[in-house]
């Protein structure tokens, strides 16, 4: 399947957190908050791992890079 690219969740997501699967093809969930998109994840069984967070979406036009890993990190 075709990723999503970040003009397609601009224009529906603006202002708000995302999930989307790890293949990056479709939205698992959106919301105000980052606790808000982690209990939805939870609450469908899924492993936030699994997921790639975006967000805040910018506006139209604004180019925003974000990254978050909720893995452990080795010493």
Same mark, same amino acid.
């Given at each position: 399947?075709?990723? /999503? !690219?970040?003009?397609?969740?601009?224009?529906?997501?603006?202002? %708000?957190? &995302? #999930?989307?699967? *790890?293949? $990056?093809?479709?939205?698992?969930?959106?919301? %105000? !908050?980052?606790? $808000?998109?982690?209990? @939805? /994840? @939870?609450?469908?069984?899924?492993? =936030? @791992?699994?997921?790639?967070? &975006?967000? =805040?979406?910018? @506006?139209? *036009? #604004? /180019?925003? &890079?974000? #990254?978050?890993?909720?893995?452990?990190? #080795?010493?």
């Amino acid at each position: 399947m075709k990723k /999503i !690219s970040y003009i397609q969740l601009q224009k529906k997501y603006a202002g %708000k957190l &995302v #999930a989307l699967s *790890g293949k $990056e093809d479709r939205v698992i969930s959106v919301g %105000k !908050s980052f606790n $808000e998109i982690f209990l @939805k /994840i @939870k609450n469908m069984g899924l492993n =936030p @791992k699994d997921c790639v967070f &975006v967000g =805040p979406v910018g @506006k139209m *036009g #604004a /180019i925003n &890079v974000y #990254a978050v890993s909720l893995r452990k990190k #080795a010493d």
